[in-house]
C-alpha cells in the first residue's frame, strides 16, 4: 500500500501535524485565458532574493524576471546567456566576457558591466563556487559599459561552468545599486532584465505570485535549450497560485481552474493519469536528493558522537515509503554524493550497512555527553517529504530518550529560519530536512551542501579543514579519475564527522493539462518561456 501524508497522519505514526488551509482560487483578470498559465508550485514563495537563500522556489522566482551571463544547455553544458563573446588568454589566467546587445532593465535603464561585477561579487559570497573562484581571483572589474575581464592568480578551469551552474544560488545579475546590497541581507527589489516582470500590483502574498510577459526583453536568437538559447515567452501572463492543500489542487487541476501541479502525491497519480485532460511529466530525470542537517554550532550537534548518532538512527526506507510509497520511484543512498552521480562512492559506508540501529544511535548519543537538552527540528507541514521525515525522526529520537520537538511551520518559514546561528531558545533549531537535485550532488564545488568551511557556508555549519582542502583540489585537478578519487577521500573524512545525513533520491513527476506544451526539463529550475497553451 501507498503511504502517503494523509495515510501517515491517520495512521497515528505522526507526532503531529498542522493542517494547511486551502485559499480560494483567484481568477486572472488581465490576459486572455489562452495566453494565461496558472500554476501550483512546489511551496510559498517567502523570500525574493535568490541569492540570499538556496530555495529552490525563490531560484524559479530569479529565473523569470533575472537574466544570467551563461547558462547551462540541455546537454549540461555552459552556453552565453547575457554574454555576447567572450574570450580567455593563451596562459588561462584572464577572462573577457562582452555583453550582448538588447540588454536593459525592467526600469527602462542599460544592464552595464559595472552592474554585472557588482551582482558576481554578491552571488560569490554565497555560493560554493563563486567563494572558490574568488580565492583565486586577482581582479574582477568592469572595461567600459559592456565588457567584464575577470584576472585569476592562477587558472581555474570551473569558472564558466560556474557562472552557467543551476545550482543554487544561481547567478543572476541584477542592477548594480540593488547588487551592493549586503548578501546576508535580504533585497527589497523586484527589477531585473529577464523575460518576465513581476507583477506586484496583482500579486498577494500567500496566495497568488504574478508574472508578466515584458515585451522589452530581447532573447538570444538560437532556440532554447535547458536555461540557455533564447527565453522566448508564449504567454502573456503566469500566476504561481500558492494552494497548500494536495486534494484542493488535484480538484483544480482537474477541473482546469489551473494547468500546472509541481508536485503531485505519487499516490493520487493514478486519479490524474485516468483523466484524459491531464499528463504526466518528469522535467528533471536526475531527481532529488534528501538531507537531514544538523546544526554544529550548539548543543547537542555540536558533538561528533551525536552527529554519528544519527547515521544510525535513520531509517531511509521508511522515510521514502512514507512520501513516494512506490520504489520505482526511489533509492536509498549512500554516498554524500547521492546516487548514481559520477562522484557517487561506497568509501566508509559500514555505518549504512548497519543501520537503523536504535541501540547504537542511544550509545553515541550517550557518549556525546547529552544531558536532555530539547533538539528542535523544523517541520515543513507544507512539503509532504519534509513533514514525514520530521515527524519519523523526531518519533525515533524520542524512541532513544532524546528530548525532540517538532516546530511545525511552512516551508518558507524554515527557510527563514534555518538562517538563524541563535540558540534554540532565542529562535534558533537544531535539525531541518530538505533536497536538492539528484544532479548538483555529484559536484562539491556547486552544490552548497557539500561545503564544510563553517560560517562562511551553508545552514548547518559544518567545517572540517582537511576536506575543504580536498574539495579545492578537486576543483583544480582535470581528469574524472583524479576527481573521483579525491571523492573517495572527501567522503570518508565526511562519514566520519557528519555534515549531513542523506535521506535517500527520487523522482517526483509533475502533472499539467494536456493542452499545456513547451516546458523544459533541467535541474534546480522550471522554467516558463518556450510554454504554450494550445
Not at 67 to 74: E, I, R, S, V, Y
Not at 125 to 151: C, P
Request: proline share 6%; net charge neutral.
Amino acid at each position: 500500500m501507498t503511504i502517503s501524508r494523509r495515510s501517515l497522519v491517520k495512521s497515528g505514526v505522526a507526532a503531529g501535524v498542522v493542517a494547511a488551509s486551502a485559499p480560494t482560487i483567484p481568477q486572472a483578470k488581465a490576459a486572455s485565458n489562452a495566453k494565461v498559465l496558472k500554476a501550483v508550485m512546489q511551496g510559498d514563495l517567502k523570500v525574493f532574493d535568490p541569492i540570499w537563500t538556496t530555495a529552490n522556489i525563490s531560484a524559479y522566482y530569479g529565473a523569470m524576471i533575472y537574466d544570467t551571463l551563461f547558462a547551462t544547455d540541455a546537454n549540461f553544458q555552459p552556453q552565453p546567456e547575457m554574454v555576447g563573446k567572450w574570450d580567455i588568454s593563451e596562459d588561462k589566467r584572464t577572462y573577457t566576457f562582452e555583453l550582448r546587445d538588447g540588454l536593459g532593465w525592467q526600469d527602462n535603464t542599460p544592464v552595464t558591466a559595472a552592474d554585472c561585477v557588482a551582482s558576481l561579487r554578491r552571488w560569490a559570497a554565497r555560493n560554493s563556487a563563486g567563494q572558490l573562484m574568488m580565492e583565486y581571483t586577482k581582479d574582477l572589474s568592469a572595461k567600459g559599459d559592456k565588457t567584464i575581464v575577470l584576472v585569476l592568480k592562477e587558472p581555474l578551469g570551473l569558472v564558466v561552468p560556474s557562472l552557467a551552474a543551476t545550482a543554487t544560488p544561481d547567478c543572476f545579475m541584477m542592477p548594480k545599486k540593488v547588487a551592493e546590497t549586503s548578501p546576508f541581507e535580504q533585497i527589497k527589489s523586484h527589477i531585473g532584465s529577464g523575460p518576465f516582470l513581476f507583477n506586484e500590483k496583482e500579486t498577494r502574498p500567500g496566495i497568488r505570485y504574478v508574472f508578466d510577459k515584458w515585451d522589452k526583453y530581447v532573447p538570444r536568437k538560437d532556440p532554447a535549450s535547458g536555461l540557455a538559447g533564447g527565453k522566448v515567452v508564449k504567454l502573456d501572463q503566469v500566476i504561481w497560485e500558492n494552494i497548500t492543500d494536495d486534494q484542493t489542487a488535484l480538484a483544480a487541476l482537474e477541473s482546469g481552474e489551473i494547468d500546472f501541479f509541481e508536485l503531485p502525491p505519487l499516490d493520487l497519480l493514478p486519479q490524474l493519469q485516468s483523466n484524459p485532460h491531464i499528463k504526466i511529466r518528469v522535467l528533471d530525470k536526475s531527481g532529488n536528493a534528501g538531507t537531514l542537517r544538523v546544526n554544529w554550532l550548539h548543543p547537542p550537534f555540536n558533538n561528533v558522537k551525536a552527529r554519528q548518532a544519527m547515521l544510525y538512527l535513520i531509517n531511509q526506507e521508511d522515510i521514502l515509503k512514507a512520501t513516494f510509497g512506490n520504489p520505482k520511484y526511489y533509492h536509498k543512498v549512500d554516498s554524500i554524493f547521492g546516487y548514481k552521480t559520477p562522484m557517487a562512492n561506497d568509501a566508509n559506508t559500514a555505518w549504512f550497512k548497519a543501520a537503523p540501529d536504535l541501540a547504537k544511535a542511544k550509545q553515541l548519543f550517550k557518549e556525546s555527553g547529552y544531558k536532555g537538552e530539547k533538539v528542535i527540528v523544523l517541520d515543513a507541514t507544507n512539503f509532504d517529504f519534509m513533514n514525514n521525515s520530521a515527524q519519523l525522526v523526531v518519533g525515533w529520537l524520542k524512541q532513544i530518550g532524546v528530548n525532540a520537538e517538532l516546530a511545525a511551520m511552512t516551508w518558507g518559514e524554515v527557510v527563514t529560519r534555518r538562517a538563524s546561528m541563535a540558540p534554540d531558545d532565542k529562535g534558533g533549531w537544531d535539525i531541518f530536512i530538505t533536497y536538492g537535485s539528484g544532479y548538483d550532488w555529484g559536484n562539491p564545488i556547486t552544490m552548497v551542501a557539500l561545503l564544510c568551511n563553517g560560517k562562511k557556508g551553508w545552514y548547518g555549519w559544518p567545517e572540517n579543514a582537511q576536506y575543504e582542502t580536498l574539495r579545492k583540489k578537486w576543483a583544480l585537478v582535470s581528469t574524472l579519475s583524479e576527481r573521483q578519487a579525491i571523492a573517495r577521500e572527501m567522503q570518508t573524512i565526511a562519514w566520519n564527522v557528519v555534515p549531513q545525513v542523506m535521506l535517500g533520491q527520487w523522482v517526483s513527476p509533475a502533472a499539467m493539462r494536456t493542452n499545456v506544451h513547451g516546458l523544459i526539463g533541467i535541474p534546480d529550475i522550471i522554467p516558463f518561456w518556450n510554454v504554450y497553451k494550445t
